[in-house]
């Protein structure tokens, strides 16, 4: 069978046919299970688990269609895409109420209280399939773990708003803009009124501990990682959370007010 290697991440992906293989980790039975509970849920934004392949790879539907990146395209960096991204985070969650992991099951990320939801751990437009303009599912769940709502929805909002500091990335909106969307992504997604007073601090709370785990796996030996902190990714994330406390008051006016 021919394989067509997919760009992108961190992991050696390729396409066959219809489906994609991905190697195996240690998480990837409770990934299963849980993309499992979502077909059965009826979810349709998530790609579909069909076992192991004759090398040991994990295997996936192939969900056709334009998987954008930084920076983002005008199809999704537009209001309705930002809309749209926030109805189908919101979909997704709720689709996961009632899953229960398999006995002694593993996560990429450590569970976290409160465990309201199964958190997809890396909702970003590069982890997001859009056909005809609008995001249609969420693909590579391997940092799903359970956790609040809100911890999903601040890194989400960081990475399509984006939350990125101007003053590093010219393409990023001013605050003001960036205020606006931020309360129209927590509105889209119908965020309570606890969550949207945490959504700013939890987003710099998300970058820290993106941040952190970046270091813990350079440390531990993970080529991947130390690439990552070799082209200084860290710094670029520590230069956003000052970007979000600078203009902490002007983002939770426009989420609590929205």
């Known amino acids: 069978m021919d394989e067509e290697i997919l760009v992108g991440g961190v992991n050696r992906v390729v ?4 489906t994609v293989r991905r190697p195996a980790r240690r ?17 349709a934004g998530a790609p579909r688990a069909h076992g192991m392949d004759g090398v040991g790879r ?4 192939f969900l056709p269609g334009r998987v954008p990146d930084c920076p983002l395209p005008p199809y999704a960096a537009s209001e309705k895409a930002l809309a749209d991204v926030g109805e189908l985070l919101r979909n997704y969650h709720d689709a996961t109420g009632g899953f229960e992991p398999p006995e002694g099951a593993e996560w990429y990320f450590s569970p976290r209280t409160p465990a309201e939801v199964v958190c997809h751990g890396d909702v970003a437009p590069y982890n997001c399939v859009f056909r005809d303009g609008r995001p249609v599912a969420f693909i590579d769940f391997d940092t799903a773990h359970p956790g609040p709502r809100v911890w999903d929805v601040a890194y989400a909002a960081y990475r399509f708003v984006p939350l990125h500091d101007p003053g590093r990335d010219p393409g990023a909106p001013p605050a003001a803009e960036q205020a606006r969307r931020m309360g129209l992504f927590a509105g889209a997604y119908g965020l309570g009124a606890g969550d949207r007073e945490a959504l700013v601090a939890t987003a710099s709370a ?33 230069t956003d959370m000052a970007h979000i406390a600078r203009h902490d008051a002007l983002f939770r006016a426009a989420v609590i007010c929205t």
């Open 58 to 61: 994990e295997v996936l539907d």
């Open 206 to 238: 998300r970058l820290e501990h993106l941040v952190n785990h970046m270091r813990e796996r350079a440390r531990a030996g993970d080529e991947a990682f130390a690439a990552h902190l070799a082209r200084g990714d860290d710094t670029l994330y520590l």
């Open 27 to 43: 998480w990837t039975p409770a990934v299963h299970a849980l993309l499992e509970h979502l077909a059965a849920a009826g979810f």
């Open 15 to 18: 396409r066959i046919g219809g």
